[in-house]
């Protein structure tokens, strides 16, 4: 079986290669050096000539404050790239596993998981276009399995955990907004339960929408704290503060933890909880981290 991955070099991307070391299929990774989605013509070219029998998008615009002033590339990317992707997938008669955002979520006030069966009410530019993206798979028939996350972290590229790692190493004190309350996601296990569904071969006849994040619920300065605690940072007081006191042009989601429910009746995925998978990511980044030892 051949299973195409777009945004390979991103932190899902880089997990789920991980996560496939030992995979007797034949995966293609592929960033935009090797394939730009945006570009239809050539989507179709490589999903017919790689034979392609299932897309895993891990791609996506998501930088959700530079999004609010760049809407024509995050429309692109979030939206008009999956329709591309949805569309070859289709013609292959195959499968397309599309990664998006509780950023779907916000406008409408929450105080309990939020289902699949919720109506989407984005606030900003990214949620809205990741929104048109989920729409663009439906418009296209094709067979498919969406999966919303949140809060993802990794060991890879520019993340809450690893900005928290720095600040509070090296400030005395570090501000947190208490007021939004989600699900730090590891895209590790993210990246392990895609796997489980390709493995085992569970998109057939389960396509549709699910809810993917770890278990638990916690607020940013619950996440920050821990972070710094974990890592030892003691000396480092963190303090919850409100989000007025961070003025932004993004509005964020007060409430977006995603009830999980529908997914692990579905797929029998065992998902562990935040802080067990936050901390075997910080104890992978201090085994990377270069020693400062003398020889």
Request: proline fraction near 4%.
């Amino acid at each position: 079986m051949n299973i195409l991955v777009t945004g390979s070099q991103g932190q899902l991307g880089l997990e789920l290669q991980a996560a496939a070391a030992g995979s007797s299929h034949r995966w293609i990774w592929t960033d935009v050096n090797e394939l730009d989605i945006t570009d239809r013509e050539a989507v179709h070219q490589r999903v017919m000539a790689d034979k392609v029998d299932i897309i895993v998008n891990c791609a996506a615009y998501t930088d959700v404050e530079r999004a609010e002033d760049d809407l024509d590339l995050a429309q692109q990317i979030n939206a008009t790239a999956v329709g591309n992707l949805a569309d070859a997938i289709k013609q292959r008669d195959g499968y397309l596993i599309h990664v998006s955002t509780d950023y779907v979520f916000g406008a409408h006030e929450y105080n309990t998981p939020i289902t699949e069966e919720e109506e989407p009410a984005p606030l900003g530019v990214y949620g809205l276009t990741k929104l048109r993206g989920e729409w663009a798979v439906a418009e296209s028939e094709c067979r498919a399995i969406i999966i919303r996350t949140a809060w993802l972290y990794s060991p890879h590229g520019r993340n809450f955990l690893k900005t928290m790692l720095r600040l509070t190493s090296s400030r005395p004190e570090v501000n947190v907004v208490f007021d939004q309350v989600g699900t730090p996601t590891s895209a590790t296990d993210l990246a392990a339960a895609i796997y489980h569904i390709i493995e085992r071969g569970l998109y057939e006849g389960h396509e549709g929408l699910y809810h993917f994040t770890d278990e638990g619920v916690c607020s940013w300065y619950d996440f920050a704290y821990t972070i710094g605690r974990m890592a030892g940072h003691d000396e480092c007081q963190v303090r919850p503060c409100h989000s007025s006191e961070f003025p932004s042009k993004v509005k964020r989601p007060s409430y977006s933890v995603l009830d999980k429910s529908l997914f692990k009746q579905t797929f029998s995925f065992p998902i562990p909880h935040w802080t067990a998978s936050l901390a075997d990511v910080i104890e992978r980044l201090e085994e990377e981290a270069p020693s400062t030892s003398n020889p």
